[in-house]
């Protein structure tokens, strides 16, 4: 990110006084009292985001979420513009925090660093299989089935730890470790791509992966590829589960009120953009919560 030119107001302000009362001494100027009002400043919807992180967003705005906000601009009848960053440590301080933009498009409901909108849509993690696998009974659909344990399965790895995943933890309790393959967010392209690649090939029996990364790279793979949710083992008080809102800078009621006016009103097309990207969710049960 390029870093920002800091302007001298105090200096430039005492120039254009003294340019001022030049132009009006030659005559080239109009009374202070006739002078015009320059125009405010037309809004924009300034939106917070990563460059290159498919299924979400991208600069070239191929994301579902930069579909979203395109379509809520629209709805406003605002210029759209982005704040590029990718999402390490420090995005919410950089991006929110510096006012660089205004809006998150997609933040967990609880999300304790902003102020959050009401959900829009809610989803889980997922077994990723081989439709051959995912229509019979040899299909993964428990932390506690008996096999498991002799799979090799993908798991997205946070850090150095296989236990900072939801799923690392379920599969780590369960014993599950010896056949686990990590990936990490460093490589060739998404993990959650990767792993998905790695079913379709072969080259693992199954990957557990969050659910619209999972559909959306699943869409995508040939052979064919199924989802099936992974619900949290019933010995582990861990969600699976996350409800999905937009996020403000804390404070910013007016622009909350405006999302959470949009998000109801344009349900229906937010949910066709979730659809084109193969997004699988679990019913909407509380989603008309504000």
Same mark, same amino acid.
């Given at each position: 990110?390029?870093?920002?030119?800091?302007?001298?107001?105090?200096?430039?302000?005492?120039?254009?006084?003294?340019?001022?009362?030049?132009?009006?001494?030659?005559?080239?100027?109009?009374?202070?009292?006739? $002078?015009? *009002?320059?125009? #405010?400043?037309?809004?924009?919807?300034?939106?917070?985001?990563?460059? /290159?992180? +498919? !299924?979400?967003? %991208?600069?070239?705005?191929?994301?579902?979420?930069?579909?979203?906000?395109?379509?809520?601009?629209?709805?406003?009848?605002?210029?759209?513009?982005?704040?590029?960053?990718?999402?390490?440590?420090?995005?919410?301080?950089?991006?929110?925090?510096?006012?660089?933009?205004?809006?998150?498009?997609?933040?967990?409901?609880?999300?304790?660093?902003?102020?959050?909108?009401?959900?829009?849509?809610?989803?889980?993690?997922?077994?990723? $299989?081989? *439709?051959?696998? #995912?229509?019979?009974?040899?299909?993964?659909?428990?932390f506690d089935d /008996?096999? +498991? !344990?002799?799979? %090799?399965?993908?798991?997205?790895?946070?850090?150095?730890?296989?236990?900072?995943?939801?799923?690392?933890?379920?599969?780590?309790?369960?014993?599950?470790?010896?056949?686990?393959?990590?990936?990490?967010?460093?490589?060739?392209?998404?993990?959650?791509?990767?792993?998905?690649?790695?079913?379709?090939?072969?080259?693992?029996?199954?990957?557990?992966?969050?659910?619209?990364?999972?559909?959306?790279?699943?869409?995508?793979?040939?052979?064919?590829?199924?989802?099936?949710?992974a619900a949290a083992?019933?010995?582990?008080?861990?969600?699976?589960?996350?409800?999905?809102?937009?996020?403000?800078?804390?404070?910013?009621?007016?622009?909350?009120?405006?999302?959470?006016?949009?998000?109801?009103?344009?349900?229906?097309?937010?949910?066709?953009?979730?659809?084109?990207?193969?997004?699988?969710?679990?019913?909407?049960?509380?989603?008309?919560?504000?």
């Open positions: 990110m390029s870093s920002s030119c800091r302007i001298d107001i105090a200096r430039f302000a005492r120039f254009g006084a003294v340019l001022l009362a030049l132009l009006a001494g030659l005559g080239g100027g109009r009374p202070a009292d006739a $002078q015009e *009002a320059a125009p #405010a400043a037309l809004p924009a919807l300034r939106v917070c985001a990563e460059p /290159d992180n +498919l !299924p979400y967003s %991208r600069e070239d705005q191929s994301g579902f979420e930069n579909r979203i906000a395109r379509l809520l601009a629209d709805d406003l009848q605002w210029p759209l513009q982005y704040e590029w960053l990718p999402d390490r440590r420090g995005f919410v301080r950089k991006t929110l925090g510096a006012r660089a933009c205004d809006v998150i498009i997609g933040v967990p409901v609880d999300d304790e660093r902003v102020l959050t909108t009401r959900p829009y849509y809610r989803s889980s993690y997922v077994f990723v $299989q081989r *439709a051959s696998h #995912a229509r019979d009974a040899s299909a993964l659909r428990s /008996d096999r +498991l !344990p002799a799979l %090799r399965v993908g798991v997205q790895l946070v850090g150095n730890d296989l236990a900072a995943t939801p799923p690392g933890y379920a599969l780590a309790r369960h014993g599950a470790v010896r056949n686990v393959v990590g990936f990490t967010l460093y490589g060739d392209g998404p993990p959650a791509r990767r792993m998905v690649d790695a079913v379709a090939r072969g080259e693992l029996d199954a990957a557990l992966a969050w659910g619209p990364q999972a559909g959306y790279f699943a869409a995508r793979a040939t052979p064919a590829l199924e989802l099936t949710p083992p019933a010995d582990m008080d861990l969600p699976f589960a996350f409800s999905i809102a937009m996020g403000v800078r804390k404070g910013d009621r007016a622009m909350k009120a405006r999302l959470d006016d949009f998000l109801l009103r344009r349900a229906a097309d937010i949910d066709r953009i979730l659809d084109a990207y193969a997004v699988p969710r679990l019913p909407s049960t509380g989603l008309e919560r504000p």
